[in-house]
């Protein structure tokens, strides 16, 4: 697999992970970067939480719009799921993926969405600002059982 986003980064705020009751993962938009949607954690203000934000090879996850089929965007967006899913292997180690969040922003929200629905299992909920799930075609074949985890999705009427 292309390693395009890997070993850009990872910040982190909030209680440290190892001691965390709750960990929510902040994932950015197009043009943003980690450090502006950690800024986002102080909305939260969640008690006990740690938070991460992974940062976007040149702050983009993908190159094309969400709604292209899914082959144009590649191999950038499975490089993307991959980063979601490797910061899950670490968070799993401390927290259970029901007491985790995903959380994101525009291009962070579809993955954030995509990351969750193929992932599947129990999170703790998955909260999408203005975006929706990956491709041209929804090809349910590639997604899971996500076990009644609570979804918001949530946008303006700009958008």
Known sequence: MT???????????????E???AVM???HGR??????????????DQ???????????????????????????EPYLSSAIQTVN???ELTQKHVPLHRTFLVGFSQGACLALESAARHGAKFGGVI??????????LEVEKYK???????????????
């Open 3 to 17: 390693q395009i986003h890997q070993n850009q980064g990872l910040l982190q705020s909030g209680t440290p992970l």
């Open 86 to 88: 490797s910061i899950l």
């Open 128 to 137: 999408a600002f203005s975006g929706g799930l990956i491709g041209d075609t």
């Open 145 to 159: 059982n996500l076990e009644q985890t609570p979804i918001f999705l949530g946008c303006s009427d700009v958008d």
């Open 47 to 73: 008690q006990n939480f740690a938070f991460l934000a992974p940062q976007a090879a040149n702050n983009t996850w993908y190159p094309f719009r969400f709604i292209e089929p899914t082959s144009r965007n």
């Open 25 to 27: 993962i902040l994932i």
């Open 31 to 44: 043009g943003d970067n980690a450090r502006g949607i950690m800024g986002l954690s102080r909305e939260f």
């Open 19 to 21: 001691t965390a009751s």
